[in-house]
Protein backbone atom coordinates (compact mmCIF):
# COMPACT_ATOMS: atom_id res chain seq x y z
CA UNK A 1 0.00 0.00 0.00
CA UNK A 2 1.30 3.46 -1.21
CA UNK A 3 0.62 5.69 1.66
CA UNK A 4 1.15 9.47 0.77
CA UNK A 5 3.59 11.29 2.71
CA UNK A 6 1.84 13.68 4.53
CA UNK A 7 -0.68 11.15 5.43
CA UNK A 8 -1.16 11.21 9.72
CA UNK A 9 -1.16 7.42 9.67
CA UNK A 10 2.79 7.66 8.21
CA UNK A 11 3.76 10.15 10.30
CA UNK A 12 2.63 7.85 12.88
CA UNK A 13 4.79 5.05 11.79
CA UNK A 14 8.10 7.39 11.73
CA UNK A 15 7.33 8.53 14.65
CA UNK A 16 7.02 4.88 16.49
CA UNK A 17 10.15 4.28 14.68
CA UNK A 18 12.04 6.88 16.09
CA UNK A 19 11.24 6.04 19.29
CA UNK A 20 11.85 2.06 18.85
CA UNK A 21 15.67 3.65 18.44
CA UNK A 22 16.28 6.25 20.27
CA UNK A 23 17.65 4.71 23.21
CA UNK A 24 19.99 2.85 20.73
CA UNK A 25 21.58 6.36 19.24
CA UNK A 26 22.27 7.25 22.86
CA UNK A 27 25.71 8.87 22.86
CA UNK A 28 27.71 7.28 25.96
CA UNK A 29 28.23 9.48 28.31
CA UNK A 30 31.86 10.29 30.30
CA UNK A 31 31.51 10.92 33.77
CA UNK A 32 34.64 12.55 36.07
CA UNK A 33 35.82 11.90 39.25
CA UNK A 34 35.88 14.22 41.08
CA UNK A 35 34.72 16.90 39.43
CA UNK A 36 31.20 15.49 38.73
CA UNK A 37 31.46 13.11 41.27
CA UNK A 38 33.13 12.88 44.33
CA UNK A 39 33.80 8.55 44.00
CA UNK A 40 34.34 6.38 41.50
CA UNK A 41 31.71 4.39 43.29
CA UNK A 42 29.15 7.62 43.27
CA UNK A 43 30.03 8.03 38.92
CA UNK A 44 29.46 3.85 38.44
CA UNK A 45 26.20 4.61 39.77
CA UNK A 46 25.22 7.45 37.88
CA UNK A 47 26.68 5.61 35.39
CA UNK A 48 24.80 3.79 32.08
CA UNK A 49 25.76 0.74 30.32
CA UNK A 50 28.55 1.66 27.84
CA UNK A 51 29.68 5.25 29.83
CA UNK A 52 32.95 5.87 30.63
CA UNK A 53 34.63 7.10 33.79
CA UNK A 54 37.31 9.31 33.95
CA UNK A 55 39.62 9.66 37.02
CA UNK A 56 41.46 12.54 37.75
CA UNK A 57 45.23 11.96 37.71
CA UNK A 58 45.72 13.73 41.22
CA UNK A 59 43.01 11.82 42.53
CA UNK A 60 43.90 9.70 45.75
CA UNK A 61 40.97 8.81 48.03
CA UNK A 62 38.02 6.74 46.93
CA UNK A 63 35.44 4.63 48.82
CA UNK A 64 36.86 1.45 50.30
CA UNK A 65 35.18 -0.47 47.89
CA UNK A 66 33.81 0.14 44.61
CA UNK A 67 30.86 -2.25 43.16
CA UNK A 68 30.25 -2.33 39.23
CA UNK A 69 27.30 -4.76 39.06
CA UNK A 70 26.12 -5.47 35.65
CA UNK A 71 26.67 -2.36 33.27
CA UNK A 72 29.39 -2.21 30.83
CA UNK A 73 32.21 0.83 32.08
CA UNK A 74 35.23 1.99 31.06
CA UNK A 75 37.56 3.59 33.75
CA UNK A 76 40.66 5.84 32.40
CA UNK A 77 42.70 6.25 35.55
CA UNK A 78 45.16 8.65 34.06
CA UNK A 79 47.91 7.08 36.64
CA UNK A 80 45.92 8.02 39.34
CA UNK A 81 46.66 6.02 42.85
CA UNK A 82 43.09 4.81 44.66
CA UNK A 83 42.67 2.74 47.75
CA UNK A 84 39.96 0.08 48.04
CA UNK A 85 38.87 -2.33 46.19
CA UNK A 86 37.16 -3.20 43.07
CA UNK A 87 34.14 -5.35 43.01
CA UNK A 88 32.53 -7.01 39.49
CA UNK A 89 29.84 -8.44 39.33
CA UNK A 90 26.29 -9.63 36.99
CA UNK A 91 27.81 -10.10 33.51
CA UNK A 92 29.37 -6.25 34.25
CA UNK A 93 32.06 -5.92 31.42
CA UNK A 94 34.84 -3.83 32.84
CA UNK A 95 37.49 -1.97 30.94
CA UNK A 96 40.28 -0.50 33.53
CA UNK A 97 43.53 1.73 32.12
CA UNK A 98 46.29 3.58 33.82
CA UNK A 99 45.09 3.18 37.42
CA UNK A 100 47.31 2.10 40.49
CA UNK A 101 44.85 0.25 43.86
CA UNK A 102 47.18 0.44 46.88
CA UNK A 103 44.22 -1.70 48.68
CA UNK A 104 42.96 -1.57 51.75
CA UNK A 105 44.21 0.48 54.27
CA UNK A 106 45.63 -1.07 57.57
CA UNK A 107 43.13 0.47 59.96
CA UNK A 108 41.80 -2.20 61.71
CA UNK A 109 42.73 -6.12 60.36
CA UNK A 110 39.48 -7.53 61.48
CA UNK A 111 37.19 -4.80 59.73
CA UNK A 112 36.72 -6.55 56.34
CA UNK A 113 33.88 -4.08 55.37
CA UNK A 114 36.37 -2.63 52.79
CA UNK A 115 37.25 -5.49 51.00
CA UNK A 116 35.94 -7.05 47.85
CA UNK A 117 35.40 -10.30 49.02
CA UNK A 118 36.64 -11.91 52.25
CA UNK A 119 35.99 -15.93 52.62
CA UNK A 120 35.95 -15.79 55.87
CA UNK A 121 35.81 -13.33 59.33
CA UNK A 122 38.85 -11.77 60.89
CA UNK A 123 42.44 -11.12 60.47
CA UNK A 124 43.59 -14.60 58.74
CA UNK A 125 40.47 -14.36 56.22
CA UNK A 126 41.33 -15.03 52.44
CA UNK A 127 41.10 -11.16 50.84
CA UNK A 128 40.93 -10.31 47.42
CA UNK A 129 41.81 -6.62 45.91
CA UNK A 130 39.67 -7.14 42.81
CA UNK A 131 37.02 -9.67 42.59
CA UNK A 132 35.44 -10.45 39.19
CA UNK A 133 32.34 -13.33 39.50
CA UNK A 134 29.27 -14.34 37.39
CA UNK A 135 28.88 -15.89 33.59
CA UNK A 136 29.49 -12.81 31.50
CA UNK A 137 31.44 -11.20 33.88
CA UNK A 138 35.18 -9.72 32.79
CA UNK A 139 37.75 -7.27 33.74
CA UNK A 140 39.72 -6.12 30.72
CA UNK A 141 43.01 -4.07 32.17
CA UNK A 142 45.86 -2.26 30.64
CA UNK A 143 48.47 -0.56 33.07
CA UNK A 144 46.84 -1.59 35.95
CA UNK A 145 48.89 -1.78 39.43
CA UNK A 146 48.11 -3.19 42.31
CA UNK A 147 49.88 -3.37 45.80
CA UNK A 148 48.41 -4.49 49.02
CA UNK A 149 51.06 -4.57 52.31
CA UNK A 150 50.25 -4.76 56.07
CA UNK A 151 48.25 -7.63 57.35
CA UNK A 152 51.00 -10.06 57.74
CA UNK A 153 48.22 -12.94 58.84
CA UNK A 154 45.48 -12.68 56.07
CA UNK A 155 45.69 -14.52 52.55
CA UNK A 156 46.06 -12.22 50.29
CA UNK A 157 44.91 -12.57 46.40
CA UNK A 158 45.71 -9.79 43.70
CA UNK A 159 42.75 -10.58 41.38
CA UNK A 160 39.88 -13.31 42.67
CA UNK A 161 37.77 -15.00 39.22
CA UNK A 162 34.56 -17.15 39.71
CA UNK A 163 31.52 -18.90 38.27
CA UNK A 164 32.49 -18.38 34.60
CA UNK A 165 33.99 -14.47 34.67
CA UNK A 166 36.44 -13.83 32.87
CA UNK A 167 39.86 -11.53 33.39
CA UNK A 168 42.72 -10.32 30.90
CA UNK A 169 45.75 -8.05 32.04
CA UNK A 170 48.34 -6.44 30.10
CA UNK A 171 51.26 -4.26 30.69
CA UNK A 172 50.38 -4.28 34.65
CA UNK A 173 51.70 -5.28 38.07
CA UNK A 174 50.60 -6.75 41.44
CA UNK A 175 52.69 -6.04 44.57
CA UNK A 176 51.55 -8.13 47.39
CA UNK A 177 52.37 -8.52 51.20
CA UNK A 178 50.27 -10.77 53.55
CA UNK A 179 50.83 -14.22 55.00
CA UNK A 180 49.94 -16.32 51.99
CA UNK A 181 49.93 -14.31 48.96
CA UNK A 182 48.21 -15.29 45.33
CA UNK A 183 48.67 -12.98 42.26
CA UNK A 184 45.61 -14.12 40.84
CA UNK A 185 43.01 -16.71 42.96
CA UNK A 186 40.73 -19.38 40.00
CA UNK A 187 38.14 -20.61 41.65
CA UNK A 188 35.57 -22.84 41.25
CA UNK A 189 33.93 -22.71 37.07
CA UNK A 190 35.45 -19.92 36.71
CA UNK A 191 36.65 -18.61 33.00
CA UNK A 192 39.38 -17.69 31.26
CA UNK A 193 42.32 -16.05 32.70
CA UNK A 194 44.99 -14.10 29.97
CA UNK A 195 48.01 -12.53 31.36
CA UNK A 196 50.56 -11.02 29.53
CA UNK A 197 53.70 -8.73 30.69
CA UNK A 198 52.83 -8.35 34.47
CA UNK A 199 55.57 -8.11 36.94
CA UNK A 200 54.49 -10.06 40.20
CA UNK A 201 55.97 -9.27 43.42
CA UNK A 202 55.11 -11.98 46.24
CA UNK A 203 56.03 -11.11 49.48
CA UNK A 204 54.82 -13.55 52.71
CA UNK A 205 55.27 -12.35 55.82
CA UNK A 206 53.47 -15.16 58.17
CA UNK A 207 55.96 -15.55 60.73
CA UNK A 208 55.75 -19.33 61.31
CA UNK A 209 58.64 -20.88 59.55
CA UNK A 210 57.02 -23.33 56.87
CA UNK A 211 53.80 -21.92 56.66
CA UNK A 212 53.67 -18.94 54.23
CA UNK A 213 53.16 -19.35 50.10
CA UNK A 214 53.40 -17.47 47.63
CA UNK A 215 51.59 -18.42 44.19
CA UNK A 216 51.59 -16.65 40.89
CA UNK A 217 48.59 -18.21 40.29
CA UNK A 218 45.93 -20.21 42.70
CA UNK A 219 43.68 -22.56 41.86
CA UNK A 220 40.59 -23.10 43.86
CA UNK A 221 38.88 -26.90 43.73
CA UNK A 222 36.57 -27.62 40.42
CA UNK A 223 34.15 -30.59 40.94
CA UNK A 224 33.61 -30.50 36.74
CA UNK A 225 36.72 -32.24 36.19
CA UNK A 226 38.63 -29.73 33.90
CA UNK A 227 41.23 -27.83 34.40
CA UNK A 228 40.79 -23.50 34.21
CA UNK A 229 41.92 -22.49 31.05
CA UNK A 230 44.73 -19.72 31.40
CA UNK A 231 47.77 -18.27 30.12
CA UNK A 232 50.33 -15.85 31.34
CA UNK A 233 53.31 -15.17 29.40
CA UNK A 234 56.02 -12.75 29.55
CA UNK A 235 55.65 -12.44 32.96
CA UNK A 236 58.39 -12.04 35.80
CA UNK A 237 58.14 -13.77 38.98
CA UNK A 238 59.95 -12.32 41.84
CA UNK A 239 59.31 -14.07 45.30
CA UNK A 240 60.65 -13.13 48.15
CA UNK A 241 61.79 -16.23 49.94
CA UNK A 242 63.01 -16.61 53.89
CA UNK A 243 63.51 -19.34 56.42
CA UNK A 244 61.60 -22.35 54.94
CA UNK A 245 58.79 -19.99 52.42
CA UNK A 246 58.19 -21.62 49.39
CA UNK A 247 57.02 -20.28 46.10
CA UNK A 248 55.09 -21.96 43.35
CA UNK A 249 53.92 -20.57 39.83
CA UNK A 250 50.44 -22.69 40.28
CA UNK A 251 49.10 -24.16 43.54
CA UNK A 252 45.79 -26.44 42.63
CA UNK A 253 43.07 -27.60 44.92
CA UNK A 254 42.84 -31.45 43.07
CA UNK A 255 40.76 -32.84 45.85
CA UNK A 256 37.16 -33.44 44.48
CA UNK A 257 38.18 -32.51 41.42
CA UNK A 258 38.64 -35.95 40.12
CA UNK A 259 41.15 -35.42 38.46
CA UNK A 260 43.83 -38.48 38.17
CA UNK A 261 47.55 -38.19 38.97
CA UNK A 262 48.26 -38.23 35.43
CA UNK A 263 45.74 -35.88 34.06
CA UNK A 264 47.05 -33.39 36.62
CA UNK A 265 51.32 -34.06 35.41
CA UNK A 266 50.20 -33.84 31.80
CA UNK A 267 48.75 -30.73 32.74
CA UNK A 268 51.32 -29.27 34.43
CA UNK A 269 53.96 -30.44 31.98
CA UNK A 270 52.14 -27.66 29.94
CA UNK A 271 52.04 -24.86 32.12
CA UNK A 272 55.29 -24.94 34.24
CA UNK A 273 58.29 -24.16 32.12
CA UNK A 274 61.78 -24.04 33.23
CA UNK A 275 62.80 -24.18 36.97
CA UNK A 276 58.86 -23.80 38.06
CA UNK A 277 56.96 -25.89 40.64
CA UNK A 278 54.18 -26.32 41.59
CA UNK A 279 51.82 -27.72 44.31
CA UNK A 280 49.28 -30.01 44.41
CA UNK A 281 46.89 -30.14 47.72
CA UNK A 282 44.52 -33.18 47.77
CA UNK A 283 42.28 -32.65 50.70
CA UNK A 284 43.14 -34.73 53.89
CA UNK A 285 45.77 -36.61 52.07
CA UNK A 286 48.19 -33.98 52.10
CA UNK A 287 49.84 -32.24 49.12
CA UNK A 288 52.80 -32.69 47.26
CA UNK A 289 55.26 -30.32 44.66
CA UNK A 290 55.64 -30.93 40.98
CA UNK A 291 57.71 -31.46 39.34
CA UNK A 292 58.72 -33.91 42.29
CA UNK A 293 62.40 -34.75 43.81
CA UNK A 294 60.87 -38.31 43.58
CA UNK A 295 58.61 -39.80 40.98
CA UNK A 296 57.31 -42.68 40.12
CA UNK A 297 57.17 -42.67 35.80
CA UNK A 298 55.66 -45.62 35.72
CA UNK A 299 52.65 -44.03 37.65
CA UNK A 300 53.32 -40.84 37.02
CA UNK A 301 53.21 -40.33 40.46
CA UNK A 302 55.47 -38.19 42.90
CA UNK A 303 56.15 -38.72 46.57
CA UNK A 304 57.67 -36.78 49.23
CA UNK A 305 60.57 -39.16 50.30
CA UNK A 306 62.16 -42.20 48.44
CA UNK A 307 60.62 -44.32 51.02
CA UNK A 308 56.73 -43.01 50.15
CA UNK A 309 57.84 -43.20 46.45
CA UNK A 310 58.83 -47.05 46.91
CA UNK A 311 55.59 -47.34 49.84
CA UNK A 312 52.80 -46.30 46.74
CA UNK A 313 54.82 -48.70 43.93
CA UNK A 314 54.08 -51.57 42.60
CA UNK A 315 56.30 -54.16 41.34
CA UNK A 316 58.11 -53.52 37.96
CA UNK A 317 57.97 -49.93 38.82
CA UNK A 318 60.61 -47.22 37.69
CA UNK A 319 61.47 -44.44 40.47
CA UNK A 320 63.23 -41.62 39.71
CA UNK A 321 65.24 -39.30 41.91
CA UNK A 322 66.79 -36.18 41.54
CA UNK A 323 70.08 -35.26 42.50
CA UNK A 324 70.22 -33.42 45.48
CA UNK A 325 67.53 -34.78 46.97
CA UNK A 326 66.65 -34.04 50.25
CA UNK A 327 64.82 -36.60 52.64
CA UNK A 328 62.25 -34.33 54.11
CA UNK A 329 59.17 -35.71 56.29
CA UNK A 330 56.02 -34.26 56.86
CA UNK A 331 55.18 -32.64 59.81
CA UNK A 332 51.88 -34.06 60.45
CA UNK A 333 50.11 -36.18 58.07
CA UNK A 334 47.09 -34.68 56.38
CA UNK A 335 48.39 -31.18 57.76
CA UNK A 336 49.01 -28.20 55.41
CA UNK A 337 51.47 -26.94 57.56
CA UNK A 338 54.23 -27.88 55.38
CA UNK A 339 57.91 -28.80 55.58
CA UNK A 340 59.33 -30.26 59.47
CA UNK A 341 62.56 -28.69 60.35
CA UNK A 342 65.43 -30.65 59.58
CA UNK A 343 65.49 -33.93 57.12
CA UNK A 344 67.96 -36.32 55.82
CA UNK A 345 71.70 -35.72 54.35
CA UNK A 346 71.00 -35.02 50.36
CA UNK A 347 71.93 -37.61 47.69
Not at 20 to 46: E, M
Request: with cysteine; hydrophobic share 35%.
Amino acid sequence: MNIPTNHPLKRFFMVAALILVAPFLAAAATLNVPDDHDTIQAAVDAASPGDTIEVDAAYSHNSLRTTIDGKNLTINGNDATIDGAIDIRGGAQVVVNGLTISGIPNTDPSDNSGWSTVSSSGPTGARYVISVRGAGSSLTADDLNITQTGFPDANISGVEMNQQADVTITSSSINLTGGNVYAFYIQDNAGNLDVDQVDLTLDPERQRVGNSNQNAIMIGSDSSGAFPSFSITNYTFAPVIENDQRAYKVQLYAGGSGLSNSQINTWLDTVLVGNEVSRVIYDSTGWLEYPSNVFNTTQGLPAFTIQGGINAANAGDTIEVAPGTVGRRRCKPGSFRGWCRGGWPAI
